[in-house]
């Protein structure tokens, strides 16, 4: 069975860091194009960070940039966001998904429609 697995969500206070992990079971993420998304409250999904499935592309949406540090460890078959700086307005469930697609093995793009699996999400709150 093919799982994807996120953890290290959390309360963090606003200026402080998390690291998040999508760990993969049931399947190699070698050549898997992995993506970043949350969704708040009552808002749409929006992607977040990604990376191409031969990792030599990343990507971040505006709202990460200089923040968030997307990596892999193919080694531990699991992909990192590193989130720094965080603020009140990164509250919210974040998920990892992934695709394997030819197309998507040197770029990445954040349209959750392209991914194929999907973890259950983490929380991620921050707050004083």
């Known amino acids: 069975q093919l799982q994807l697995v996120e953890s290290g969500g959390g309360l963090v206070q606003p200026g402080g860091s998390l690291r998040l992990s999508c760990a993969a079971s049931?399947?190699?993420?070698?050549?898997?194009?992995i993506g970043w998304f949350r969704q708040a409250p009552g808002k749409e999904r929006e992607g977040v960070s990604c990376?191409?499935?031969?990792?030599?592309?990343?990507y971040y949406a505006d709202s990460a940039k200089g923040r968030f540090t997307i990596s892999r460890d193919n080694a531990k078959n699991t992909v990192y966001l590193q989130m720094n700086s965080l603020k009140r307005e990164d509250t919210a469930v974040y998920y990892c998904?992934?695709?394997?697609?030819?197309?998507?093995?040197?770029?990445?793009?954040?349209?959750?429609?392209?991914?194929?699996?999907w973890g259950q999400g983490t929380q991620v709150t921050v707050s004083s």
């Open positions: 998904a992934a695709v394997q697609s030819p197309l998507l093995l040197n770029i990445c793009v954040l349209y959750p429609k392209e991914y194929e699996y």
């Open positions: 990376i191409s499935g031969s990792t030599t592309t990343t």
């Open positions: 049931g399947f190699t993420l070698d050549n898997y194009a």
